[in-house]
Structure formats: C-alpha cells, structure tokens
C-alpha cells in the first residue's frame, strides 16, 4: 500500500487539548472566517482525514446508525475529528466528510464511502446525544505572494526519490501514483494523508494554515525518509556484493 511506503517516525510532544465543541461544517463556496454552522461529528480513535482524500466506514454503533440516516435525508456531510488513543482527547480541528456511496445491510449497519472536503475547527458543544453536534467554522490556508512552484515540485522529487529507493530496497515493482496533484495545496493534502504511523504529525499539517509551511515541513519529513532509505540501500548493495566476492 502507498502509505506504507512512507514511514517516517519521528519523536513529539502528544497532541493533547480539550475539545470545547463538537461539530461539522457543509461545505461552502466563500472563504468564511465568520460564518458558523451546527453539524454532527464523527471521532475516530488515530485518523485524520484531508480535503480530497477518501475514506471508507463501516458504520455500525447505534448512535451513528442514527446519524447517517439523518445525514443521508439532509446534505450528507459530517465532521471527522481524530481521537487520542491515549488519554482520549478529541481534536478541535477536523475535515469535513461527504458521503458518495454507501450500502444499508439487512440489519442496519452500513458500509460508506466519504471525500474530505473542507477543514473547520469546532468552536463549541451543541448536543452530545444520541450523537455529538457542534457549531464550527470553516478556516483555510491564509493567502501568500510566494511563489509555491519551486517547493511544490521539491516536494514532488522527494517522493519520487522515495518511491525509487523503496523500490530497489524491498526488490519490489512500485508504480508512481497517478493521482499526485501538482497544485501546491492539494499536494500538501495528499502527502500529509499519505504519511504512515504519525496521527498526531497529521493533525498538526492539518491545523498549519499555511501552505508553504505545510509543504516545508513535509519535505523535511521525506528528505528524512529519503536519507533513511539510501542509507539502507546503500548498506544492502554493500552486502549483496561482498556476498557475490
């Protein structure tokens, strides 16, 4: 999987804040600093979601039975807030989810499909029952004047990079995905969702609203994950040789 291939790990401080709301935003055409809506929200215990990126659910707790129901009669969308494993904390920052799919079994539970669409950060609690809802606001990336293209496509070479030297390290074929966006945004989505084993370095790509610092910091982490596989590479070309001599 593509994600696998990714693995960067990297030691921080545990991304741990009270969530005063709990929520979920349709998504809007305008930027809307200001505008808030009551939406219902979906916690998941290590799992970020970004704009553009899918994800698949199997909805089987009462409780959200009851919530996509309700969604599926209104716009279909709900927020999904990544959970801390640990001390059970709920991020205020999510991604809001649309459903494009979904499939009702006989006794009710579901299967769906979603997109990431726009980010929001829950500013308070409306309900908790039967399923939390929130009033949140929409936030986006701040405008900038600098050019992104020379870091866009950096970070575009960096996985290719990675992508090659995984490639000759495991001895395996590994296509370049073909659905690596080349806009400096959406670029720094699909990377962030790429990224394996580190939640809460996602929710914190996710909070940055700023694109190049975004993009400065996945290159930092692929330039890593770079390094780490050459350096393995390297090692494994030197024994495979020594043990050809």
């Known amino acids: 999987m593509w994600s696998a291939v990714i693995r960067y790990h990297i030691r921080f401080d545990r991304y741990v804040r009270s969530l005063h709301s709990y929520s979920i935003l349709g998504l809007m055409a305008s930027s809307s600093s200001v505008a808030v809506r009551e939406l219902p929200l979906f916690p998941l215990p290590d799992l970020v979601l970004f704009p553009g990126r899918r994800l698949p659910l199997h909805i089987f707790e009462f409780r959200y039975r009851i919530m996509m129901n309700t969604i599926l009669q209104s716009d ?6 990544m959970v801390d494993p640990i001390d059970g904390s709920v991020a205020s920052v999510g991604c809001c989810a649309e459903i494009t799919q979904f499939h009702r079994m006989p006794d009710d539970r579901m299967k769906i499909m979603t997109l990431g669409q726009q980010r929001f950060r829950v500013l308070d609690y409306v309900r908790e029952k039967p399923y ?4 949140v ?8 004047e600098r050019d992104l293209r020379p870091l866009t496509d950096q970070v575009d070479q ?5 992508v090659r030297l995984s490639a000759k ?9 073909d659905d690596i966006p080349d806009l400096p945004v959406e670029l720094s989505y699909w990377v962030a969702s ?3 084993g580190v939640a809460a370095e996602q929710q914190s790509l996710l909070e940055v609203q700023d694109t190049a610092a975004r993009l400065d910091r996945e290159a930092e982490i692929l330039t890593s994950t770079r390094n780490h596989l050459a350096a393995r590479t390297a090692l494994k070309d030197a024994l ?6």
């Open 76 to 81: 279909r969308r709900f927020g999904v807030l």
């Open 132 to 135: 939390c809802v929130g009033l």
């Open 137 to 144: 606001e929409w936030i986006e990336d701040q405008p900038t």
């Open 158 to 162: 960096l996985l290719r990079d990675v």
């Open 169 to 177: 390290l495991t001895s395996q074929d590994i296509d370049i995905p």
């Open 194 to 196: 790429n990224l394996y």
């Open 240 to 245: 495979d040789s020594g043990g050809a001599s």
